[in-house]
Antibody, heavy 122, light 107 residues
Framework: EVQLLESGGGLVHPGGSLRLSCAAS????????LSWVRQAPGKGLEWVSV????????HYTASVKGRFTISRDNSKSTVYLQMNNLRVEDTAVYYC???????????????WGQGTLVSVSS | DIQLTQSPSSLSASVGDRVTITCQAS??????LNWYQQKSGKAPKLLIY???NLETGVPSRFSGSGYGTDFSFTISSLQPEDIATYFC?????????FGPGTKVDIK
């Protein structure tokens, strides 16, 4: 069974840092792109970042560029989101999601984790 | 960025009713448009990909159509388990963007 399991969320002060992890199982990890998508409390979905299977292609939404860094360790079947200089508006549930198609960075997101909550507050 | 507009923002319908949601893109996105269902407290679930393709395991009462800038999503016969918020999403250009969502309720 294909599974994604996020961890690393928590409460942090503005300006602080967190590193989220997404552990994958049940598929050939290094051939699929992974995205992070977030959802602020009571709000809609916002795509954050994507990394290709090889790690060579990376994209971010503008509001996190320069503050967040996506990476992956294919030997551990894990993707990470390093979040620095966190702001109150980064408060959200963060989901990781798998691309539907092998190799493609731009693809539908066919498997999602359960999410991890990041709260940024003083 | 490509903006997606969904209509309506919410709807209430009876069991067995046909329900249609529309999604309009600010620029043409070919057929790079997906539909997700999100139940309360749960992760989103992919229902329709590439505008009209039914994801494996999804009931056939769900369908999608459209091309370019105008898309629609239909539930042919609303069931109680379909209570959820539905989002469209484009992946034609980075950043990927989602519509604001349509909350579907049972009357």
């Amino acid at each position: 069974e294909v599974q994604l399991l996020e961890s690393g969320g928590g409460l942090v002060h503005p300006g602080g840092s967190l590193r989220l992890s997404c552990a994958a199982s049940g598929f050939n990890f290094n051939t699929y792109a992974l995205s992070w998508v977030r959802q602020a409390p009571g709000k809609g979905l916002e795509w954050v970042s994507v990394i290709s299977g090889s790690g060579n292609s990376i994209h971010y939404t503008a509001s996190v560029k320069g503050r967040f860094t996506i990476s992956r360790d294919n030997s551990k079947s894990t993707v990470y989101l390093q979040m620095n200089n966190l702001r109150v508006e980064d408060t959200a549930v963060y989901y990781c999601a798998k691309a539907q198609n092998v190799i493609m960075v731009a693809a539908p997101l066919d498997v999602w984790g359960q999410g991890t909550l990041v709260s940024v507050s003083s | 960025d490509i903006q997606l507009t969904q209509s309506p923002s919410s709807l209430s319908a009876s069991v067995g009713d046909r329900v249609t949601i529309t999604c309009q893109a600010s620029h043409g996105i070919i057929n790079h448009l997906n539909w997700y269902q999100q139940k309360s407290g749960k992760a989103p679930k992919l229902l329709i990909y590439d505008a009209s393709n039914l994801e494996t395991g999804v009931p056939s009462r769900f369908s999608g159509s459209g091309y370019g800038t105008d898309f629609s999503f239909t539930i042919s016969s609303l069931q109680p388990e379909d209570i959820a918020t539905y989002f469209c999403q484009q992946y034609d250009n980075f950043p990927f963007t989602f519509g604001p969502g349509t909350k579907v309720d049972i009357k």
